[in-house]
Nanobody
Framework: QVQLAESGGELVQAGGSLRLSCAASGRTVSMNNMAWFRQAPGKEREFVGVIRRSDDTIYYADSVKGRFTISRDNAKNTVYLQMNSLKPEDTAVYYC?????????????????WGQGTQVTVSS
């Protein structure tokens, strides 16, 4: 089993920056993909980005490409989401997710492990 815990969400003005963290514990060595998703009120959970442990391959959603950056610190078993140039439409609960698969997926149902989420609110 793997436990994931997100932190770093808060209220920020448009144009500002935030860094979210996802701390993993448990059988982290078996988790090959670590992803970020977000869910705004009344909307489906949306893929944000993913990093593959084996080769650091990273993919981003088009909506965040060039503004968000995923990185990881293996020693701390932590994945980060650096968010710059934030927009009001980035407002959502942000979730960290993990998968053992060697394939990279962009859909939520391919990730069996989830954190509790952290709220990001961007004011205009």
């Amino acid at each position: 089993q793997v436990q994931l815990a997100e932190s770093g969400g808060e209220l920020v003005q448009a144009g500002g920056s935030l860094r979210l963290s996802c701390a993993a514990s448990g059988r982290t060595v078996s988790m090959n993909n670590m992803a970020w998703f977000r869910q705004a009120p009344g909307k489906e959970r949306e893929f944000v980005g993913v990093i593959r442990r084996s080769d650091d391959t990273i993919y981003y959603a088009d909506s965040v490409k060039g503004r968000f950056t995923i990185s990881r610190d293996n020693a701390k078993n932590t994945v980060y989401l650096q968010m710059n140039s934030l927009k009001p439409e980035d407002t959502a609960v942000y979730y960290c997710a993990a998968s053992q698969s060697w394939l990279i997926f962009r859909t939520a149902n391919n990730y069996p492990y989830w954190g509790q989420g952290t709220q990001v609110t961007v004011s205009s």
